[in-house]
């Protein structure tokens, strides 16, 4: 039997208004979260640590602060659970791997500290693919995490339990980060709203990195405002993150209800057909989606990226190469796991070897071969130049189109165990959301159907850097008609 | 040449100096930059490398940067970080943040006292790494009980400046190297202590019979820790590659480590097996790009140069160039020509800049000082009155005609001195007849007694003067 939300206090908004009218206090709502991960975290495996104690503390507090008349911020009283790569002060922080399995960072993440002046409550830090990297949420050190639409199948990845979190009712929100579709993918795995900000939206200080150029912050909600309530609290620029954008952004939620009308949505060809591996019926439910926007007043036309072709190639050189070089710091000497050698260097592989699983090995070879002399223009400069091909495709299209509408996932979540033994066809489940984070573009994924197996579907809606007021409302929009169907 | 190598080859070396810049803070992040303090008490989670952080560029260092470029006449532009990749306990990252395709300064050249230009290939930023202490043993990490690292000087500034290989000499490979101390501790940017490791210097030698075009293979030596060491280093490290191409054997490139006890370089790694450092663009920083006006700000911001400083004096004291050398390097080139300037003549102002004032100026005033060389030339005071009086300017400051009045000092007038050897020459008639023969030796005698009647005030030049005149009469 699969965990099911409670109702009455589904949507973060809600939750902060009624604990900031002292309606409900914020222990009672986290209590309720509490016993719902009491019950089925055994089966769904969402988080490698569950704060109750420190969470309960918190939410007294916020209570507290209520009473006193203080004014508190939009996520007062809401229980948010973040992903395990992101620093927390003082609580354990692992990526899912044995190599920093008890390291509790000095500092808190810049998203982390932003949520805390909301009022959030931190209830838990989720489970991942190691330093996320997989689209299961399988390569966790700790043990997989399982989808709360059925135990047998995976959540996705690589915020697999970021994603189970909210659709399995442990939190209302959560974070996660997305490097090639690590948001929105489990998102859409999971039936969730999963959104990918423009890069250098969120700091990302405080991240354990994977791939630098490509990392972002976001959150994962059950409906298309309560993500961007929550985007608006960790968004914004940082000092501490180098690449952090300085203007500042239009307001997220000011036009959520203004519709499609008008607007040019273009649906990505190579996506529906083009390249192979994508099920017939994710492209049959994107078409669906296409045409309640087209009923709703939006223009639709396919239009073509013809670089999206060797996304996929690219990314698996880009995101390794970096990851091969931000990973070399777990090397024994400073923190986390060490295991000891005759000589410096044997410590170093010693802990290495023991410390980090196969698909993180995997990938720091892979990273190091693309990055070595007389390997390096074959590859790693190869695939920069299909990632600037790739940001003028994007350029001549949205000199047409406003918006651009794809599969999130290439299939509805698969069964745990079915994808392990091939890299490659895991690799594919990213070939959809891949293409945001080459180019830094922002991107959500919104439950929109169900598949004969009864898993959810999300399409996902892409819009040029900072446009995200633009694709919330669109999200919206799709929202509101699946709603009004049901 | 002065090299000491064997007739026939030539000596080829190019440098690269490693500067820490001056900077409050470090590189990347707000920890103090200093030098000394107690182990791993300027640290932080950024130049910690703690998983999560980030780094942030400090603006002071890439100024400083520009700054220095502009002083070695590089062009300044766009500029990209870059990743080195190797692992090293003392480096946090496991890589080092520096430039590499793309750095801030590049082709400049540096102008020695002796007029050579040595070109700049460039000069870029890039961050330090901790020290490594191995305890027990040699110090060295084979054998060591265990290795204890100090991470204060992780992420402090660095500038990299690389020379084409176009240094010839030791000397000049010296000159070099104190040139670019000039230059920095003009700028202000570095305190530029090789003791205390703000400067470290590395050589990349070859030789080459003198009249080849082609550059042979070079070796890379590391540790060179005083310009002394520096100049030995070199000398031995050429005689060595000659002795190998004289046995018809062939150096193979490495980095080399120079023992300043034995007094040779020993091997290090060697370039075969040398590591690959899988440089690509630093994705957490943003390239820097500095526009027109900032250069051009910076431009105008610059102080005057050595080089330009030992022109300006030369031609002032109408001296050659490496007569004033000594007094640019000291700082005392602007004191030079404002004495120069009061009227104060121009070979006097050096001499004693150059010979009696190396302790510093003390209270010692331009108008003071120009009024004693007006005084030692019209022969008020003797150059030995002079001194001291000097002496006593730097260490009270004051007029110099009151100084010598308070120590009594004023040498004896002309007239005075003629009626004083007229005596002598009465009272010994013997002794000035040897004299007037050509034995020259009787001079001193002579000399000696106008001393000791007048209590040494009076000019030896004078006296001297006096005398040859008499015996001409």
Redesign the interface.
Known sequence: MSPSVPDSFVTAESISEKVKSGEWSAVEILDKYLSQIEQHESEVHAFNTVLEGEARAAARETDKRVASGETLGPLAGVPIAVKD???TKGIR?T?SSRI?EN?K???D?TVVQKLFSAGATLIGKTNMDEFAMGSSTENSAFGPTRNPHDLSCVPGGSSGGSAAAVAAGFAPISIGSDTGGSIRQPASLCGVVGVKPTYGGVS??????F???LDQIGPFANTVRDAAIVHEVIGGHD?????SISEPFPSFLDGLDHGVEGLKIGIISELMGGIEGISPEVIGKTREAASVLSANGALIEEVSIPASLYCLSSYYLIAP??A??NL????G???GLRVQGET??EM?INTRTNGFGNEVKRRIMLG?YA???GY?DAY?GKALKVRRLLAQNFDEVYSKFDVLLSPTSPCTAFKLGEKTSDPMTMYVNDVCTIPSNLVGHPAISVPFASGNDGMPIGVQILVPPMQEALMYRVASTLESAKSNEQ | MNNNLKDDWELIVGLEVHVELGTKTKLFCGCVNQFGDEPNTNVC?VC??????????NEKAVIYAMQLGRALNCSVGRSIFA?K?Y?Y?DM????QITQYDQPTNMDGYLELPSGVKIGIERAHIEEDTGKTVHVGSTGR?SGSDY?L?DYNRAGVPLIEIVSYPEIRTIDQAKEYVEELRGVLLALEVSDAKMEEGSIRVDANVSVRIEGEDELRTRCEIKNVNSLRSLGRAIEYEANRQIDLYENSEIPSQETRHWDESDGRTRPGRSKEDAE?Y???QE????PLNPNTETIEMIDQGLPSFPSERRMQLATLAQMDVSEIALIVERGHDGFAAETINSGAAPQVVIKHLTNNLSDGLGELTPTAFASLIQMEESAELTSTQAKKVLGELVLQGGRPQEVAAQFGLEAVDTDELETLINQLITDYPDEWERFCGGEKKVQGFFVGEVMKSTRGQADGKVINQILNERISD
């Open positions: 790569n992101l620093c922080t990526a920093l390291w960072p000095p500092y993440a990302r200080y405080g991240l354990l990195a791939a630098s150029s000092p501490k993150d180098s690449t190469a970096e091969s070089s070399s710091r777990y090397d000497v400073r923190y410096l260097a170093n190091t990055l070595s002399a390096y790693y | 989670p910690l490398g703690l998983p999560g952080s980030l780094p942030v560029v990743r990749n692992f306990p946090p990252k496991d890589y990490i290795s690292v690959d899988r440089y690509f994705p957490d920083l943003v």
